[in-house]
Structures are given as C-alpha cells and as structure tokens.
C-alpha cells in the first residue's frame, strides 16, 4: 500500500526539466510501473521530460536500469497548441523483466507544468 501511494505520488510530482512537471499517471501505478524502485522512476521522469522538451517527433528517448531489468522508451509523435499552450503526444513504453505496457498520451504545458492533455 505504502510502495503503491510512493508510486502514484512519485508519479504525479514527476519532475521534468528542472521547474516543469508532468501529472496524472496514478492510473499507471497498477501496471509495470507498480514494479519500479526510485532509480528505475527517476530514469523514467529524465526520459519523459527529454521527450517533452524535444523539438523533433519520432526520436525516441530510451533508458534502462540494468540492476532492476526495467527500461522504456518515450516517443514524441506529435508537437501541437491546444488553447494557445505547447503540447507534445507521445507514446510511452515501460517494461520490467517480462511485464509491459504501452500508451500514447498527450501533454500541455501550463505556467511551467506538463500535465496530461484534457
């Protein structure tokens, strides 16, 4: 339960790009993710927020933690304005030894802070 509301907290504090952060993936704690340590998510929110900074679409950003077997790999698909604020679609795999999940997801930047598109 404790490693659980780490995971989802973690999640939706996740800092990406010094003073920018991305939210809103609690619905993810319950899958591969639930399997990450703090190294794995800390590689894991380095990678996000690289894709969201990206420039470029169809570079992926790729990380692995060899002591854990978890790794992922974040896509950026698609750079677009939604309201008049910068957002990025991309596409999320995460694995952990024989566990994966895959999404694609949409993110708006607010005031300094990524969030999951509406």
Known sequence: MIRSFRIVLAVACLAVAGQTAAAGFGFMAKGTMARFNETDMKLFEEALGKALAAEKTGV??????????????IT???????ASKPCSEVRIVNRHKTSEDSGVYSFCQQDGRWSLAQ
């Open 60 to 73: 992926p950003v790729e990380w692995k933690n060899e002591q854990t077997g978890a790794s992922g790999v």
């Open 76 to 82: 950026p698909r698609r750079i677009f304005l939604k």
